[in-house]
């Protein structure tokens, strides 16, 4: 999986990043649908992640510190190990209660009232769903994922607290991340919305990448 000088080989990480594209596409479609809103992706980074890069590198890419988002770990199942983890802005996040319950929420305590909580689960149930199904049809691997746990906190934070709950060990990561934007009713950029990050354990790619012929 790696050349000499320790890299991720670049076959691989092409492959890893047409997956994270067919994952989040079909996805994508999901959050559109729910929200009338069309979904713009960027292009996946992928990168080895090993446990002493953790820190600088969630701070530098998925959130920087003092920006405050909801975090949303679901782990692997079965023969797979490794999580999927939605990390998503508070104002995205309101736009989903609104639309999937028909009220309006602007206090701080989301996770805290049983409604939202209901809804912004089956929502990252629904996005996570998606995202499996369409890498489960482009590799033939089913990856069954852990009933959904939310928190809310600084991405570094989030991400963390995801690596701690794993029940499996992983020396080494290969981190898939892929931004989505929303799109206005007038064609302009809501901004930023969140990242969904695919981490498979080594073994696990190893599995996907068998099953892609490589």
């Known amino acids: 999986m790696f050349d000499q000088d320790g890299n991720l080989d670049a076959d691989i990480q092409d492959a890893l990043y047409e997956v994270g594209n067919v994952g989040l596409g079909m996805a994508s479609i999901t959050i559109g649908q729910i929200l009338g809103m069309r979904v713009l992706l960027a292009s996946p980074l992928v990168v080895p992640l090993e446990s002493s890069r953790i820190e600088k590198y969630v701070t530098d890419v ?53 409604v939202n909580f209901s809804a912004i689960s089956e929502f990252a149930n629904m996005i996570a769903g998606a995202y499996m199904k369409a890498i489960g049809s482009y590799t033939g691997i089913r990856i069954y994922l852990s009933p959904v746990m939310a928190n809310i906190g600084e991405g570094m934070n989030l991400l963390k607290d995801a690596l701690e709950r794993l029940s499996c060990v992983c020396d080494m990561a290969i981190c898939v991340k892929t931004d989505f934007v929303l799109s206005g009713e007038d064609g302009g950029k809501v901004g930023n919305s969140g990242q969904v990050i695919m981490m498979p354990g080594q073994d696990s790619v190893e599995k996907l990448m068998e099953a892609l012929g490589m």
Do not use: A, N
């Open 62 to 114: 998925v959130s920087p510190k003092g920006h405050t988002k909801f975090g949303f770990f679901m782990e692997f199942q079965d023969k797979m190990q490794g999580m999927l983890l939605l990390i998503i802005d508070r104002d995205f996040i309101l736009k989903v209660i609104e639309k999937m319950t028909g009220r309006v929420f602007e206090g701080d305590d989301i996770l805290d009232d049983e």
